[in-house]
């Protein structure tokens, strides 16, 4: 086994802001998944494979061809740096055998732990304005999101659930989907990630009286949309909002205004606090309303929308303008996982189907992803496309050289 020298990583690039710790490296996380492997006859340390991965998808190289061809096409120097001890790094089907039955759990709790690792150590995340404010909530939204490509292969796994926090974009958790039992994965997925002074988002197909409890059982808070999976919910929600209740009520408003990509968006979103006898909800404090109204320049359309949600969080705890970043911030899981993952990184055209693998690829592009956000990169195909012309950069991104 070859010792791999640990480093710090990449130094701040640009005017982007980096953390101001240091990174843990991704090399020591790796190392710790265990082998499914028999010793005899084993050819190539199982950390290096999974750091030629995370390299190869680091330099936007989407397939396990692709992947494997990439060892092969650079210098040898490049691959003894990540842990190889042979002149050939392994061939597409060795990598295709190994990753199949890769413990998928295992990669998921360094995946976890080393998302863990880099929030520990930030400082409260202040909010604009006056000094004297709360901090902001940290907050991790929950979805889910199907691998079309595995689905049209009928892989037996093709659908995942995750925990992507709004403030650096990492993952902190991902659970897989069974017999399409979405609800019950992320409950699974919950009892796994820390919820404890944290705010979970979720969408309507979540807001369930189980989840809710399990959240507040976790020392956590909860922001759910209401819709009409939940009719008795949805009911005396909007019941809250009728104008002969107006002055009996605790009830404040915030808004905001954006302009940009040839559209004016205004958000309204109105919070009323709220007693168990009014709404028959595990630990409610607050139900709001948002509506949306945007402008499209080119199109020159007017578009509404109105939605309702339930909160956890007392007034005291989190104003309007706090309800609407987090309402808002749910998005994160979205615009800077799901998204990513399908265009910069392939992931729904990806037909590999065997055994663990649409999963453990998944959780690759994940990990390769938040590590791409810890370093503040914006444009993540850019600098995919950099990395590629660059690819000794990879390796301090991993931690295992010098900067």
């Known amino acids: 086994m070859i010792t791999i020298p640990l480093a710090s990583p990449l130094p701040p690039r640009d005017a982007a802001p980096c953390l101001s710790h240091t990174v843990p490296p991704l090399i020591e996380y790796l190392a ?24 190869a998808l680091l330099c936007g190289e989407r397939y396990l061809q692709a992947i494997a061809d ?52 930030l400082p409260p995340e202040a909010q604009h304005g006056s000094g004297s404010a709360p901090p902001r909530w940290e907050a991790v939204a929950v979805d889910g999101k199907t691998l079309r ?32 039992n979405e609800i019950g994965a992320v ?10 002074g944290r705010v979970v988002t979720l969408d309507a197909l979540h807001t369930q009286a189980d989840t809710a409890r399990l959240i ?9 949309l209401v819709k009409g999976n939940q009719p008795t919910l949805q009911e005396q929600v909007t019941t809250l909002f009728a104008p002969e209740r107006v002055r009996a009520q605790d009830r404040e408003s915030a808004s905001t205004v954006e302009q940009g990509h040839g559209r004016i968006e205004n958000r309204w979103l109105l919070a009323v606090s709220v007693t168990p006898a009014e709404v028959d909800w595990p630990g409610a404090a607050q139900v709001f309303v948002l509506q949306r109204r945007r402008w499209t320049c080119k199109q020159r359309q007017d578009h ?22 987090l309402v808002r911030g749910h998005w994160t899981v979205e615009n800077r996982s799901h ?36 370093e503040r990169v914006s444009n993540l195909a850019r600098e995919t496309r950099r990395l590629a012309a660059q690819p000794a950069d990879c390796l301090r991104l991993l931690g295992i050289i010098q900067n």
């Not at 992931?347 to 592009?365: I, N, W, Y």
């Open 32 to 55: 710790a998944v265990p082998d499914p492997r028999r010793p005899q006859g084993t050819r190539h340390p199982l950390p290096a494979v999974l750091a030629l991965v995370c390299c």
């Open 70 to 121: 990439w060892g092969r096409n650079h210098s040898e120097a490049l691959t003894q740096a990540l842990g190889f001890t042979r002149p050939k790094t392994p061939c597409c089907a060795t990598l295709h055998n190994l990753l199949s039955e890769l413990d998928w759990e295992a990669l998921e709790r360094q995946v976890r732990a080393w998302a863990q690792a880099v929030e520990a150590p």
């Open 149 to 180: 490509g595995a689905l049209r292969m009928d892989a037996d796994v093709a659908q995942l659930v995750s925990a992507l926090g709004h403030r650096l974009g990492l993952t902190h958790g991902v659970g897989q989907v069974t017999r399409g």
């Open 187 to 196: 409950a699974a997925l919950l009892q796994q990630v820390v919820l404890a």
């Open 216 to 224: 507040g059982a976790g020392g956590g808070h909860y922001l759910m």
């Open 304 to 325: 509404f929308e109105g939605v309702y949600g339930i909160t956890s969080l007392t007034r005291a705890q989190a104003g309007p303008a706090e309800l609407l970043r």
């Open 339 to 374: 998204w990513v993952r399908d265009v910069v990184f392939g992931e729904d055209a990806s037909l590999v189907c065997t055994g663990k693998l649409p999963q453990v690829l998944a959780l690759f592009r994940t990990l390769v992803i938040g590590r791409l956000r810890v």
